[in-house]
Nanobody, 121 residues
Framework: QVQLKESGGGLVQAGGSLRLSCAASGSIFNIRDMGWHRQAPGKKRELVARVTAGGDIKYADSVKGRFTISRHNAENTVSLEMNSLKSEDTGVYYC???????????????WGQGTQVTVSS
């Protein structure tokens, strides 16, 4: 089994910054994609940013230029630096990882428990 432990989040005023971190632990052979998704009240969960093991990065258009994702492969961690936050960034942010647990194993999707980010206007 694999666990994703998130930290960070909280309440911030519009224009402020927050940093989210996520650490994966457990039965890990390697991790393919790691990233962050978010879900606002009444809306579907959406991709915020993801990074492959090779370092390729994808951002949602709504966060480009404001958010920065980083990954430390040796430590199985991923972070999200969020700047110039807007009220529409409010939601529950979930860490995601595609984990391969053994040499012959297929990748499985794992999710963190979610951390609340609230941006007040």
């Amino acid at each position: 089994q694999v666990q994703l432990k998130e930290s960070g989040g909280g309440l911030v005023q519009a224009g402020g910054s927050l940093r989210l971190s996520c650490a994966a632990s457990g039965s890990i052979f390697n991790i393919r994609d790691m990233g962050w998704h978010r879900q606002a009240p009444g809306k579907k969960r959406e991709l915020v940013a993801r990074v492959t093991a090779g370092g390729d990065i994808k951002y949602a258009d709504s966060v480009k230029g404001r958010f920065t994702i980083s990954r430390h492969n040796a430590e199985n961690t991923v972070s999200l630096e969020m700047n110039s936050l807007k009220s529409e960034d409010t939601g529950v942010y979930y860490c995601h990882a595609q984990v391969v647990e053994g040499f012959w194993s297929a990748a499985k999707d794992y999710w963190g428990q979610g951390t609340q980010v609230t941006v007040s206007s």
